[in-house]
Structure formats: structure tokens, C-alpha cells
């Protein structure tokens, strides 16, 4: 049956443990004070939480550097208050899905500690090592103007190991069977302790060829995925594949492998295009991207988002796109990371509420499954004093009490300082503040959500592009079951008309699933919308 595809019509909702909610007052978020704010989540309607890496690290990348992947970092409390945890989730019907961070280790982790020790030890294979530098041992950087180079040299093993990212994140190498298994055994355990799936952090890299000198000639090696996805599904039917892998949207189909690779994969193309579009008012660029995306393999999904923990990564766009996104959205020099991207937050990128909610309402309204970042339903800010992609990850803002309600602690002793100055202060903006006001973002992003799960049209069905005439609108329907779901999106800020061909006879009739607004078709069967400036419209059709 289509609906077992539960992950096909799903709100994700992504969140740090470490800047969520801190019970223990000692600065950090932690399992217990997440336990605690379930209940929020669960009102707020979400069905699936990704939890960013919660193990055992020397956070020097926000978790991405594990030292131990059958640990809790006891910053965030112990595998008991984990399990109960997921115990609490579970109760609510609320699904949880966990990074799977398999390209790298830390270089504090035992593994590479005891690689170190040279080709005797039997660890060494689970590393990638060259004895020369490699000529291309400063290409491939991923983060530029932080990252210097992709091999190091180490001063035990007296040899260069490889990273794709930061220097203390050696890459692991998934030619050794043994490292192999080993990952299995990763994925075996969470399933065991209940975990819904797994969001797979930076899957071309983990598939790809690693040896000196070949960055130029990378293959791909979708056995790899293929191999894991086999795996989770004999051990748990149900279970996910969420891929992070920003590729060309012709190699996506790979990446499903009909079926047997991943589930699903963030639409990081379609994401780029859908802030051009916001940017230049302009639908005609997305359209084409959501087209390149277009999916054909039944299980595949994609995950639509607008922002996450990172930068907003442009880098597909053309210069003359990126430069507009820019122009709008992250003019300022500091607003930029890496040469490719902007380091802001969704609500103090946009004008204002009504292009917050289009941004919001377009998102939930694409082919795929919505994932929210924690805090863009209260509309929350970024502080562009912290450092890179740190801006991002300001506490929750639940309160206007101290640290805003995120935790007692000290001030100083906070992980990352809540936002307390300006318009995007938790004083003025907060989840208590919010829940209060019927008019607030957060209530609204409620009724979204209960709407976006009330269309599973959208999840399920099949969706064409809908011609409006008029470049600034984004029109999509979907049919599932017999039903239809019309939505469309006025990208600019000027109201405008819409006037929709005639319909066939089973769908002739508009409701509009937000607001009480009667249509009837003009005599020759066409039908005339308003859309007000950055307006949207939900619809279902109907046989008149
Ligand atoms: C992608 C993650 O989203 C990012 O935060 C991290 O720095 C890299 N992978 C390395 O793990």
C-alpha cells in the first residue's frame, strides 16, 4: 500500500540537542530537557524529529566529529535519559531519525588514535593514508577559507591521512570490509533502540573513490549505498535512508537506485532556485528545477526545506543567479560563507511576514516532504557575531525569561548566547509570547502543518506544473485517489490575477482550504483567482 510510505507525507522537524532545551542548567541541551518540550512538538504536528549527532565529541563541527558512535555525549545526559527519550517520542506517535555520520570519524576517536600507530595496528586500513603528499592535497576543499587542505600530515604514522572536510575529521575508508561491517553495526544498534531511519551525512563523499592524487577522477560507488540500504531493510522494514547530497540533479535517480539506495534526499537544487525565486519574483527558474527533479522511482521522495543548520549553499545556481540571492539576501560581506553561501536565517532574510509565510507555504507546497528547522516557526534570528555557521544555531527562544528559558546557567557558560538584542530578541520573540496570540507565526505554521498533512495529494500523488501566464506565479496540482489539490504562489509583491484554463468536469469547483471565498467559473468555464501581494492559495477541486 502507498500509505506505508510514511515518510511520503511527514513533517520533519530538525533540531540540536544542544541548543534546544537545557534541564540541568549546565549550558548545554540535553536529552531530559527535550523530553520536556515533546509535548510542544507534538502540538506543533510534527511526525518526525532528525536529531543532529548527539555522541560522544570534541565538538569542533557542531557533533559532525564523533568519537564514539555507541555513546551519548554526557553533555547531553546518558543512554538512559536517550532511550527514555525515545520512549516519550514514541508515545506521541513522534518518529525519530538521527545522523548517520559515516564519511568521517573525529580524530580523537580510538579508531584513529590506534591507526596512528602504524600499518601493524589493525586499525591503520581504516583510514585512507598516503606516504607521499599527494599533488592534489589542497584541492576538494569543502569549507574554503577555513579548510586548507584535504591531506595532513600526521606525525605518529609519519604519513598524510585524508579529510574531506576539516583537518581533526579524517575521511574513514569503506573499502576495508571491516570498517564496513562496522558502520552496520552502527545502523543495527539505533534501529535496535527504535530509531525511524537515518539522516546520511555527506553520502557522495562517503561513496567515493579515495586515494592521492585522485580527487580529478572521483567514481561514485552506489554499491556502497546499495549495500547499507539492504542492510537497514532487513533489520527494519520501515526503516529510512534521508541522504545529504547536494548533487546534479541528473545523478539523483543513482542515488534511489529504483528503489534500493536512499529513501529520500534533501532537494538541495530545488532549494537554491526557490530563494531565486523569492529573490527576482520570478517562478520561471524554479519551474525548471523542480522539472530536473522530477522523480519517477515509486519509494523516492524528496525532502524540501528552506534553511537548516548550515550555510544556504548556492553554489548551483549561476553567478548571476547567486548574485542576486545575494544582492537580496546576504549583502553584507559578514552574511557570506565559504564563496557560495549565506550564513543567515530565514526570517531576517525575508521582508517580512507575508514573504515568510509564501516562503513557508510554497515549501510545504512542493513534491516532497517538508523539513523544518527548529525555531523558523517563531520566525527566530541569527547573530553574525559568531563564527561561520554558528549564526545559525542560537538557542531555542521558548520564554522571555533568562537565556530565554533555554537554560539557567550562566550566561557564559551557554554553549552558543540566545539572541537578546534587536528585533529578533527572545524578550519580544518567544514560544510563550507566541502560543499566546492567535495572529503569531507559530499558530499560523500550526495551521500549515495540519493542512499540508490534511493533503496527502501532495505526498503520494502526481503533480504537473499548472500554466498561469504570468511568470510570478507558481502553480502546481497534484492528483491522488481521485482527488485534486490546486496551490498557487504570487512571488511578488504587486497583487495580481490569476486566470486558470477551464477545468475538466470532475474538478470545477475551487474551495479554498484557508478562507472563506466563494468562486464560480466565468461562462466559458475559465476561472479568475486574486492573489494579494506575496498571496497563496490552497485549493481542492471539486465536481460542481
Ligand atoms: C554536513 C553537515 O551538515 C555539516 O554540518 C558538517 O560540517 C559536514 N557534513 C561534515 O560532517
Known amino acids: 500500500m502507498i500509505d506505508d510510505y510514511w515518510y511520503k507525507n ?18 548545554v541541551g540535553d536529552f531530559r530537557g527535550l523530553s520536556n518540550r515533546l509535548d510542544y512538538l507534538h502540538g506543533l504536528g510534527v511526525d518526525v524529529i532528525w536529531l543532529a549527532p548527539f555522541q560522544p565529541t570534541p565538538n569542533r563541527d557542531n557533533g559532525y566529529d564523533i568519537s564514539d558512535y555507541y555513546g551519548v555525549d554526557p553533555r547531553h545526559g546518558s543512554g538512559g535519559d536517550f532511550a527514555e527519550f525515545m520512549h516519550l517520542a514514541n508515545d506521541r506517535g513522534i518518529k525519530v531519525i538521527i545522523d548517520l555520520v559515516i564519511n568521517h570519524t ?11 600507530e602504524g600499518e601493524d595496528n ?31 600530515y600526521d606525525r605518529k604514522a609519519r604519513k598524510y591521512y585524508f579529510h574531506r572536510f576539516y583537518e581533526f575529521q579524517p575521511d574513514l575508508n569503506v573499502d576495508n570490509p571491516a570498517v564496513r561491517e562496522e558502520l ?24 567515493e573513490t579515495q586515494r592521492p592524487g585522485g580527487l580529478s577522477d572521483v567514481k561514485i560507488r552506489f554499491e556502497i549505498l546499495e549495500d547499507l540500504r539492504q542492510f537497514l531493510s532487513w533489520r527494519r522494514g520501515d526503516a529510512i535512508l534521508l541522504g545529504e547530497a547536494n548533487v546534479d540533479p541528473k545523478k539523483a535517480k543513482e542515488y534511489f537506485a529504483e528503489g534500493g539506495g536512499l529513501h529520500m534526499m534533501f532537494n538541495f ?62 549583502p553584507k560581506e559578514n552574511m557570506q560563507l565559504y564563496d557560495r553561501g549565506i550564513r543567515r536565517r530565514l526570517a531576517p532574510m525575508l521582508s517580512d511576514r507575508p514573504q515568510i509565510e509564501l516562503a513557508y507555504s510554497l515549501m510545504f507546497s512542493l513534491p516532497g516532504t517538508p523539513v523544518m528547522r527548529y525555531g523558523d516557526e517563531l520566525g527566530m534570528g541569527d547573530d553574525l557575531s559568531l563564527k561561520e555557521r554558528d549564526a545559525v544555531r542560537t538557542p531555542m527562544q521558548w520564554s522571555q525569561e533568562k537565556n530565554g528559558g533555554f537554560s539557567s546557567a550562566d550566561n557564559k557558560q551557554l554553549v552558543h548566547p540566545p539572541i537578546g538584542e534587536g528585533p529578533y530578541a527572545y524578550r519580544m520573540l518567544n514560544v510563550e509570547e507566541q502560543m499566546r496570540r492567535d495572529d503569531s507565526l507559530l499558530n499560523w505554521t500550526k495551521r500549515m502543518v495540519r493542512l499540508r498533512k490534511e493533503c496527502p495529494e501532495i505526498g503520494y500523488g502526481d503533480w504537473e506544473l499548472v500554466k498561469t501566464g504570468q511568470p510570478a506565479v507558481l502553480g502546481i ?22 486566470k486558470l484554463d477551464k477545468a475538466p468536469e470532475t474538478e470545477s469547483r475551487l474551495i479554498d482550504l484557508r478562507e472563506v471565498t466563494q468562486y464560480t467559473p466565468e461562462p466559458d468555464g475559465t476561472q ?17
Do not use: C
Open 528 to 544: 479568475l483567482v486574486r492573489l494579494g501581494s506575496y498571496g497563496y492559495r490552497w485549493f481542492r477541486l471539486k465536481a460542481l
Open 269 to 330: 537544487y530545488v532549494n537554491q532556485f526557490l530563494f531565486h525565486a523569492l529573490a527576482s519574483q520570478d517562478s520561471t527558474a524554479l519551474r525548471k528545477a523542480l522539472e530536473e527533479t522530477r522523480v519517477s522511482v515509486p519509494l523516492a521522495q524528496w525532502g524540501h526545506f528552506l534553511r537548516n543548520h548550515d550555510e544556504l549553499d548556492l553554489g548551483r545556481l549561476t553567478e548571476e543567479q547567486r548574485q542576486l540571492v545575494f544582492e537580496h539576501f546576504g
Open 122 to 152: 589493525p586499525y591503520h586500513d581504516w583510514y585512507v593514508w598516503s606516504k607521499e603528499k599527494p599533488e592534489d592535497a589542497e584541492e576538494g576543499i569543502i569549507f574554503p577559507g577555513v579548510q586548507e587542505r584535504t591531506w595532513t
Open 477 to 498: 496540482r497534484y492528483r491522488f485517489r481521485g482527488q485534486t489539490v490546486l496551490i498557487l504562489h504570487n512571488l511578488s509583491d504587486e497583487p495580481l490575477v490569476v
Open 10 to 27: 511527514a513533517i520533519i522537524y530538525s533540531l540540536d540537542l544542544e541548543t534546544f532545551m537545557d534541564a540541568n542548567g549546565d549550558g
Open 106 to 116: 573525529s580524530d580523537q576517536h580510538p579508531w584513529f588514535q590506534q591507526a596512528r
Open 184 to 207: 552496520h553495526r552502527v545502523v543495527g544498534y539505533y534501529l535496535s533502540l527504535g530509531v525511524a531511519g537515518f539522516r546520511v551525512d555527506a553520502v557522495p563523499f562517503v561513496l
